[in-house]
Structure formats: C-alpha cells, structure tokens
C-alpha cells in the first residue's frame, strides 16, 4: 500500500496541470502563489484519482481504464480531468440519459431518444447510446450546460452536416466520439433548450465550437475533415482541456482566440494534452491568440506548414512534446509567429523546454524566459518526451467492451 502511494504521488505530482493566469489581468500571477496553488490542486486531485493505476504514464487514462466496471462507474469519469478544463463535471451530478434514436428530423421539436433531445434539456445528464450509430444532424447540436457526451461501448459517429456547439454555456464533457466531416448550417431556427429556439446564421462547419463556454473537456475522440477547424474556442471562452485526441486530415486544425482585436480572450487558459496529430494535418496545432495555451505531452507526427502558431502576444508554453518535422526543408520550423514584425514578436512570451525534435523540427522561442518559480510549476504537469509515444498510443476513441478494461 505505501509503495502504491508514492506511485501515485510521484504521478500527480508530475502530471497536474497548473492554473498559470488567474483573473482578468494580462499580467502573470506571482510565482510563489502559483506553486502554492499547483500543491493545493495536486492533493485535491490525489483524493480523486487514488484508487487506479494502469501505470502507462497518462493520468487521464490511469485514473479509469483499468476499471473493467467502467460501464457501472461511467460518471466517475468526470473526477479524471487534468488541465484548466479539470472542473468541468459535465452530467456527473445528473440521469444517464441513453439515445436510442439517431434522427435529427427537427432541430426547433426534436424527439425524445435523440441525442438533440438531450443535449438541450436543463437538468444535468450523462448521455450515452444504446448501439452504434451514425448521427447526421440537420443543425448545429446547441449544447445545454451541465451534459456529457460518452461514446464509451459503442461506435459513434457524428457527421455529414453541422455539429457540436458549446455556446454561452458551462461544465461539458464530449468523450469517445468520431467526429468528421462536418458541413456549414444555419440560417433557420434551432433549439438550444426546452423553453427557447433562436434563429441561427450560417455556421463555420466546426468538429466541435466553443463558442463563450467555459469548463470544458473534450477527451479520447477522432476528428477529421471537417468544413472550418477541428476544434474551435472564440470569443472568451476558457478553461478547457483538449487530451488524448486523434486528429488527421484537416488543413487549420485548432483556432484557439477570435481575432487580435477581440480582448476579452486575453483570459483564455487552454490545456492541450496527450493528443496525436496524424496524418494529413497541415497547420494550426493549434493558432493563439491573447491568453494562455498549455501544449504537453503530445505527440506530432504530421504537419505540411507548421505546428503550433499564434498572434497577438499570446503565451505558450510547450512542454515534452514529441516533433516530427516533414521531410520538406521549408516545414522544419514548429512555430510561426503570425501578424507582427519580429521586433515585436521576440517580446512575446513562448518557451519550449524538454521538447523532442525530430527530423530537424526546431521551435523559435520568445520573451524574456520564466524565473525558477515559474518553472517549477509549469514543469510539475510533464513527464519525460521520451514517453510520448507510449503516453498517446491510445488517443483517439478507445474500443471500450462491457465487463473488461477500455
């Protein structure tokens, strides 16, 4: 048991993501505070998590996988985020609420069954589904606040028109679902809860838009091919966790800020974790603006323009990920700044420390550096890059069977 317990700390310890940027200040917490709270946040954690580990490394997935009860303990799920997306408790507090039917027919009157129906109503639910299913929606899927989607047990796929919007709305969990080419919408009426339908202009053709939400975690889906980004967070959005996702096939991967003009998303904090950017990406992994983006532990392996850009003086710290440069000579850079001369971009403030470069990848750091403080509790989220690929060799939906480990 007390060899169990130092493992356990030994992993919190190295894998919490810190909350870096508190309020609505443009400016740094004190260090020293930041620390105290990162300890704060790991013994809180520890009392969550404690009870499994899998020992691959991944926090997320040690915290549940090895539970082959997982389908009884489904809502146990929502204690297992890391991140500044780590208090979205989703449905936890709420029904399962299982969709049985996978028509969309009417976006303003949907039918009971339908994932529509769920996602709109006020109560908190945890949505899961009664058999595999294709759902092709007619509209936008306008998110109700306190919902989890989870695919877990069954193959879900999401596409062929719009798809998930999280607008205006608080604590989602999207969990285990295919989520690909998804088209433009709009200019009708839609549903967004039981007593309110809206009309809608013409939608980007997002995997997932996030859209003034807050508290979110977007965890162990496939997304490909959609019309606009993958998955997109604008207009004072925050407190997001995107983790162990599997994304190919798509040009502007990941718009995180509205424009450079748009200041209230100075106050965005983003964790992206454990994710595998494959095959057929080409830029955007993603593009900042303004707040503050936390890239650890992923794993890229794929990009024809660059990996992670941005504008606006946003801070990024990039942190034990894996970088597989292409062979083109003009695509080695990882980073590209964007929209400033570089007399104003070198004040900006991206680090890169404990990154792997590969294939001659080779990322352009900026700003003044962080002092030992600082670091400190920014190190205290990564585990080694050497470990990336067996940390991430299971992102993307997971073939999750009844009554045996995911």
Same mark, same amino acid.
């Given at each position: ?5 130092? =493992? ?45 580990? =899998? ?5 997320? &997935?040690?915290?549940?996988? =090895? ?11 929502? &204690? ?13 507090? %709420?029904?399962?609420? !299982? ?19 769920? !996602? ?115 207009? %004072? ?36 974790? /454990?994710?595998?950017?494959?095959? %057929? ?28 850009? %941005? ?15 292409? &062979? &083109?000579? /003009? ?30 990848? /080779? ?44």
């Amino acid at each position: 048991m007390a060899t169990t317990s130092l =493992c356990l700390l030994f992993l919190f310890c190295f894998f919490l993501v810190p909350a870096l940027i508190e309020s609505s200040s443009p400016v740094h917490q004190d260090p020293e505070l930041v620390v105290q709270e990162v300890q704060r946040a790991v013994n809180a954690s520890r009392r969550k998590l404690g009870y499994l580990s =899998c020992g691959t490394g991944n926090p997320i &997935d040690d915290c549940w996988r =090895c539970d082959p009860n997982w389908q009884n303990n489904r809502q146990r799920l929502a &204690d297992c985020a890391i991140g500044f997306g780590k208090n979205a408790v989703g449905g936890r507090d %709420g029904r399962i609420y !299982v969709v049985t039917d996978s028509g969309d027919d009417d976006p303003v009157t949907p039918k009971p069954g339908t994932l529509r129906h769920a !996602v709109i109503q006020d109560e908190p639910l945890w949505i899961i589904f009664a058999r595999d299913m294709t759902i092709q929606l007619k509209e936008e899927l306008i998110m109700n606040s306190f919902k989890t989607i989870d695919g877990r047990g069954a193959s879900v796929h999401i596409s062929g028109g719009p798809c998930i919007t999280i607008q205006y709305v608080t604590n989602i969990i999207i969990h285990g679902l295919h989520i690909h080419d998804c088209k433009q919408g709009g200019n009708t009426y839609v549903r967004d809860s039981p007593r309110h339908y809206g009309w809608r202009t013409i939608s980007d053709g997002d995997g997932v838009s996030i859209f003034g939400g807050s508290h979110v975690w977007v965890d162990h889906c496939s997304l490909s091919n959609c019309n606009d980004g993958l998955i997109d967070a604008i207009h %004072g959005s925050t407190a997001i966790t995107i983790s162990n996702n599997f994304m190919t096939h798509h040009d502007k991967v990941m718009l995180l800020g509205h424009s450079d003009s748009y200041t209230q998303d100075k106050n965005m904090q983003v964790t992206i974790a /454990f994710n595998h950017f494959g095959e %057929g990406l080409v830029q955007r992994m993603p593009r900042c603006r303004l707040g503050y983006f936390h890239v650890v532990n992923n794993d890229y392996t794929h990009w024809e323009m660059y990996a992670i850009g %941005g504008s606006a003086a946003p801070t990024i710290n990039s942190q034990s990920n894996r970088f597989v440069a292409p &062979d &083109d000579r /003009f695509s080695k850079e990882v980073t590209k700044y964007e929209d400033a001369p570089e007399s104003e971009w070198r004040r900006w403030n991206w680090r890169s420390e404990g990154d792997l470069m590969v294939n001659g990848a /080779f990322f352009t750091a900026s700003g003044a550096g962080a002092s030992a403080s600082y670091a400190k509790a920014s190190s205290l989220s990564a585990r080694p890059s050497s470990l990336v690929g067996s940390m991430t060799i299971g992102s993307g939906v997971l073939s999750c069977k009844k009554g045996s480990r995911c």
